[in-house]
């Protein structure tokens, strides 16, 4: 797995009016591996019967959906997984989806730019130029992107209640799949499935 994120992609960081904190350095990262679990086929495997569970690709039908192997419940208390800094500190997400499902990831309290995608055909690194800010990104099977995380004022916020005196620091934000299937684990529904929380500890 190669990704991407060039030195002159960071450099309008900590430099700039819109990004006005820290630089993003090296390592701080986010791996998150998105995956669905059809119990069927994970029997079949099991039993060692790798062409009867791939027989079963065309009828997949997930009941459970993980973030790096953990149920949403467990995903937002879990450091490996929870994107987590002080405002101006830009924080980049490495997701891929390891599974057969689409999803369709969305986060509260800041947009996300794309910076990089590997799109599976090919397996072919496309570092983008034209980077747009995004409230929701779709994960298609195999596909793999870097994401940057700004860790910038939410925008919703008015200036003048900024910063926060009601609802104090550390604030925490929600990332939930829009592919609502996946807010679900076998009968069991949200906030189990594909969700997580990111936090926003404090001032710079
Ligand atoms: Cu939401």
Known sequence: VLFIFKRTDHSALGNHARFPGNPWPLGRDKIWVLNQIDPRVNRLAEAGDLAGALGLVGSFLPRYFTLNGLSGVDAAHDEQTVPRGRVGQPLLLRALNAGLATHS??????????????????????????????????????????????????????????????????????????????????????PLGLVTDWVIEGPL
Not at 106 to 120: L, P, Q
Not at 155 to 181: G, S, T, V
């Open 105 to 190: 990831l969305h986060i509260h309290g800041n947009h996300v730019f794309t910076t990089a995608e590997i799109v599976s055909a090919n397996h072919e690194v496309r570092v983008l130029n034209n980077i747009i800010e995004e409230d929701t990104w779709s994960m298609p099977p195999l596909m793999r992107r870097d994401l940057l995380l700004p860790f910038t004022k939410p925008p919703e916020i008015p200036d003048a209640a900024w910063p926060p005196r009601q609802e104090k620091f550390p604030l925490l934000y929600p990332m939930h799949c829009h592919n609502e299937i996946s807010q679900t684990s076998a009968g069991g529904s949200y």
